[in-house]
């Protein structure tokens, strides 16, 4: 793997997540398009599991780990722009997940919209994950808060890494819509965080 590779891998597919997407298996069954399940559990609450599951189950689950693996997707960057703008429409919403073939969605950054991806598909079955909030807590605190804050306080260097490499930078607005959540002031206490 050359240098090049090695950099991107680290911002955009850390190795366990590449290995859950390569381990699982889709269902074979016949499924309607668009999206059956959506879970609204946080990161860190068993999310990476039901991914598993429901890509067994149910076919083909988005996940953190699938927006990382489009990162370099202009089309898939105009979608997540566009509902972090609030201008996506539900017939919009519904496409990206029907084109994608995706009959499930679970944590972020489909987290930050659920509103809007549940209107877009108002049959789909809910469900939502949880996980002792201390225990929580200290998960996102060690795994995905330090990673969010990196990622802002190093924007100006990912951006010029991506344009060295890419010509553009859209990537790092994509890295901003994944970790946003995890940069709001109430995760940085550990009390308000839990509440």
């Not at 590449?18 to 016949?30: E, G, M, N």
């Not at 780990?65 to 979608?79: A, H, K, P, R, T």
């Amino acid at each position: 793997m050359g240098f090049k590779e090695w950099c991107v891998g680290q911002v955009t597919m850390p190795d366990n997540f590449k290995q859950i997407l390569d381990s699982t298996v889709p269902a074979t069954k016949s499924v309607k398009p668009g999206l059956q399940v959506i879970c609204l559990g946080l990161s860190r609450t068993g999310t990476s599991s039901l991914k598993a599951a429901l890509t067994s189950l149910q076919g083909r689950t988005f996940h953190a780990m699938d927006f990382l693996n489009q990162i370099n997707d202009e089309e898939s960057y105009n979608f997540w722009k566009s509902l972090k703008e609030e201008s996506a429409t539900s017939e919009d919403i519904a496409a990206y997940f029907a084109n994608g073939n995706y009959q499930a969605a679970c944590d972020v950054p489909c987290l930050a919209y659920w509103r809007d991806i549940v209107a877009a598909h108002p049959h789909a079955k809910i469900i939502l994950t949880t996980r002792d909030p201390a225990q929580w807590y200290q998960s996102v605190s060690k795994a995905l808060i330090p990673i969010a804050g990196q990622v802002r306080r190093w924007n100006w260097l990912l951006r010029l890494v991506y344009y060295i490499f890419y010509g553009r930078t859209f990537q790092v607005d994509l890295l901003n819509i994944l970790f946003q959540q995890f940069c709001c002031k109430e995760f940085q206490q550990e009390s308000s965080a839990i509440q």
